[in-house]
Nanobody, 119 residues
Framework: QVQPVESGGGLVQAGDSLRLSCAAS????????MGWFRQAPGKDRERVAT????????YYANSVKGRFTISGDNAKNTVDLQMNSLKPEDTAKYYC????????????WGQGTQVTVSS
């Protein structure tokens, strides 16, 4: 069982920066991948950024490339999302997710943290 917990959300102005943090606790020995997803009212859930620990491979949604950076510590099962040059379109609830195995997908999800960007 794995329980991700997010923190760092808040209300900011366009152009500001925020750093989101996530820690995954539980009895699993390790995680295969961790990442961030977001969902705004009336919109589908979007994969924002993910990282596969073994390869260091990262994914970024086109909408955040060049502005967001995912990083973390596999030994501690933690990930951060550095968000720069925030736009009102980034307003959403951000969720941390965990994949325990290569074939298991992102199966563990946190409660989410709200990010609101005003114009």
């Amino acid at each position: 069982q794995v329980q991700p917990v997010e923190s760092g959300g808040g209300l900011v102005q366009a152009g500001d920066s925020l750093r989101l943090s996530c820690a995954a606790s539980g009895r699993t020995l390790s995680t295969y991948a961790m990442g961030w997803f977001r969902q705004a009212p009336g919109k589908d859930r979007e994969r924002v950024a993910t990282i596969i620990w073994s390869s260091g491979s990262t994914y970024y949604a086109n909408s955040v490339k060049g502005r967001f950076t995912i990083s973390g510590d596999n030994a501690k099962n933690t990930v951060d999302l550095q968000m720069n040059s925030l736009k009102p379109e980034d307003t959403a609830k951000y969720y941390c997710a965990v994949a325990v195995t290569r074939g298991g997908g992102f199966e563990y999800w946190g409660q989410g943290t709200q990010v609101t960007v005003s114009s």
